[in-house]
């Protein structure tokens, strides 16, 4: 598995950004970090940023852009219907409308753009790369570099990182990097940390919960739930997510081997197709899901990849 | 349930509640022996009482009553009033209130007296939470209109702010303790006892229309 499955660790969620594809195992720096392929650099120790407040955005031309920016953001299933395919919203998983640290920050994301990711094989602008977040996680269709709605959602973008530097990776970045778990993540596990801690508010199958014809918590999986080319389908992301910020108001209570295990069992379920997907399985597979992920693969599969490499017992 | 919803008449009395609703159960307007009828705390338009502490029962899920009040009966929930109650509850008792208290609308909010400041402060927690704190918004659980997700989460829109603060306290202090997962602990224990009190009056001062951002 040396080569190609050597590098198979690239993290590329939006604050994720750029495509880290390290040698397995990851080194335990923030994810996203960029390494050789951009000119970053970490913020210095005890830094912190806070993006301004809401209360702050101008009553003019600017400021109604950056509203509807975040009302497309918070509320993307009614303000961008047309380029989104399933029931997400994009604060669904960068939590506080885009400003909670770990949560893929839209502060920590700005500044780190224009950069060149693996994923896309180009040097991504920030517009390029929301195209990629409405195309794979909102398993929908890219507004145009130059609509309103782009306009909209990178002037929120860059008003949330207001006195923020550039090229620098802000603490809370991103999602956390977990280490590797003690255990290879497990399906029966997960199935039982989620019926504990997960199904209350996303229902028994992954499917959410809807109130008045809303969903008012999101779908897992299942064709609702973000496709297969979306950042949080590779397990170590979603991890990543779980364990600093779920269940809502309990985060970092659950374990970092309860986060593996409970993002694998969340992640073997069906959802929608990779958009790159040509008809065959094997070739997306072998082209697109060379990462910690289920594409393709059967959990035993996955498992024995991922105990060659190292990633727990 | 709407759909089902009819105006009936129960006895001489003629039910005018916001909408229209089915007729109340006996456990609701009667009693059964040692369970006092519901509607003599929490009126049969399930509006309660803001002074006495009585909530508001109107809409509330099905599966949230029904547990609330085995709850009561095992213990895990205490109230001096509703653990006898609801000890002397059959299970048609609670099957047949939950049923009906579930198929009314909120009532009206009341007029309230609160600061407006107070009641901005509320807002901002119930839409916005304190993530820095990790204090989700209000909202997050309760529905963007915060009139509830069923089956665990109730509404709170239009809850006297009194009880909010009661049962908020309640979960703070480890006096209530039967939220899923700890998830009303985790919450309550991060606000301040003004932020509490800012968060029910303002959620008293909505109501069936709810707050939608």
């Given at each position: 598995?040396?080569?190609?499955?050597?590098?198979?660790?690239?993290?590329?969620?939006?604050?994720?950004?750029?495509?880290?594809?390290?040698?397995?195992?990851?080194?335990e720096t923030a994810e996203g970090t960029p390494a050789e392929t951009s000119p970053v650099v970490a913020a210095p120790a005890g830094f912190t940023f806070t993006p301004p407040a809401d209360s702050d955005i101008p009553a003019?031309?600017?400021?109604?852009?950056?509203?509807?920016?975040?009302?497309?953001?918070?509320?993307?299933?009614?303000?961008?219907?047309?380029?989104?395919?399933?029931?997400?919203?994009?604060?669904?998983?960068?939590?506080?409308?885009?400003?909670?640290?770990?949560?893929?920050?839209?502060?920590?994301?700005?500044?780190?753009?224009?950069?060149?990711?693996?994923?896309?094989?180009?040097?991504d602008t920030i517009q390029t790369r929301i195209q990629g977040c409405f195309l794979y996680s909102m398993d929908g269709t890219a507004p145009a570099v130059d609509s309103a709605a782009m306009t909209a959602l990178v002037a929120y973008n860059?008003?949330?990182?207001?006195?923020?530097?550039?090229?620098?990776?802000?603490?809370?970045?991103?999602?956390?990097?977990?280490?590797?778990?003690g255990f290879v993540p497990d399906m029966a596990r997960g199935k039982e940390i989620y019926a504990n801690n997960c199904a209350l508010c996303h229902g028994a199958n992954?499917?959410?919960?809807?109130?008045?014809?809303?969903?008012?918590?999101?779908?897992?999986?299942?064709?609702?739930?973000?496709n297969w080319g979306a950042g949080m389908h590779r397990i170590n992301t979603a991890a990543g997510f779980i364990q600093a910020n779920m269940p809502y108001g309990l985060g970092g209570t659950l374990s970092e081997q309860e986060a593996w295990d409970v993002a694998l069992f969340i992640n073997s379920h069906e959802r929608p197709q990779d958009p790159r997907f040509q008809?065959?399985?094997?070739?997306?597979?072998?082209?697109?899901?060379?990462?910690?992920?289920?594409?393709?693969?059967?959990?035993?599969?996955?498992?024995?990849?991922?105990?060659?490499?190292?990633?727990g017992t | 349930m709407r759909s089902k919803a009819r105006v009936t008449f129960a006895g001489t009395m003629c039910l005018v509640v916001s909408f229209v609703a089915a007729a109340p159960p006996a456990i609701v307007t009667a009693g059964d022996g040692a369970a006092v009828a519901c509607?003599?705390?929490?009126?049969?338009?399930?509006?309660?009482?803001?002074?006495?502490?009585?909530?508001?029962?109107?809409?509330?899920?099905?599966?949230?009553?029904?547990?609330?009040?085995a709850d009561f009966k095992a213990g895990s929930r205490a109230n001096p009033i509703m653990s006898p109650i609801a000890a002397a509850m059959s299970a048609q008792d609670i099957e047949a209130s939950a049923r009906y208290y579930a198929s009314l609308s909120r009532p009206d909010p009341?007029?309230?007296?609160?600061?407006?400041?107070?009641?901005?402060?509320?807002?901002?927690?119930?839409?916005?939470?304190?993530?820095?704190?990790?204090?989700?918004?209000?909202?997050?659980?309760?529905?963007?209109?915060?009139?509830?997700?069923?089956?665990?989460?109730?509404?709170?829109?239009?809850?006297?702010?009194?009880?909010?603060?009661?049962?908020?306290?309640?979960?703070?202090?480890?006096?209530?303790s039967n939220d899923p997962q700890g998830l009303m602990k985790s919450v309550a224990e991060k606000l301040t006892d003004e932020e509490i009190q800012a968060v029910a009056e303002y959620l008293a001062s909505i109501g069936q229309g709810g707050e939608i951002e």
């Open positions: 598995m040396k080569g190609a499955a050597g590098s198979w660790l690239c993290v590329l969620a939006l604050g994720g950004v750029i495509s880290a594809c390290n040698d397995f195992p990851p080194p003019n031309e600017i400021g109604a852009a950056i509203l509807l920016g975040k009302n497309i953001f918070v509320n993307t299933q009614q303000y961008a219907k047309d380029f989104v395919g399933n029931a997400l919203n994009c604060a669904n998983c960068h939590l506080d409308g885009g400003r909670k640290a770990d949560s893929a920050p839209l502060w920590a994301a700005y500044g780190l753009y224009p950069a060149f990711r693996q994923k896309s094989g180009q040097v860059h008003w949330l990182a207001t006195g923020a530097p550039t090229g620098v990776i802000l603490p809370g970045q991103g999602y956390p990097e977990l280490a590797q778990p992954g499917e959410g919960i809807k109130a008045r014809g809303e969903y008012a918590f999101p779908p897992l999986w299942g064709e609702d739930s973000f008809g065959n399985l094997a070739q997306t597979r072998d082209a697109y899901h060379d990462e910690y992920c289920l594409y393709g693969r059967t959990p035993r599969e996955l498992r024995a990849i991922v105990t060659e490499q190292g990633g | 509607a003599s705390c929490h009126g049969v338009d399930g509006a309660g009482n803001a002074q006495a502490g009585f909530p508001v029962l109107a809409h509330m899920p099905p599966a949230y009553f029904t547990k609330q009040i009341k007029s309230t007296t609160a600061d407006t400041t107070v009641l901005a402060r509320g807002r901002d927690l119930a839409v916005g939470g304190a993530w820095d704190r990790d204090v989700p918004p209000c909202f997050k659980c309760h529905a963007a209109d915060g009139l509830g997700v069923e089956p665990a989460f109730p509404p709170i829109a239009g809850q006297h702010a009194p009880y909010t603060v009661s049962q908020l306290q309640g979960w703070k202090t480890g006096a209530r």
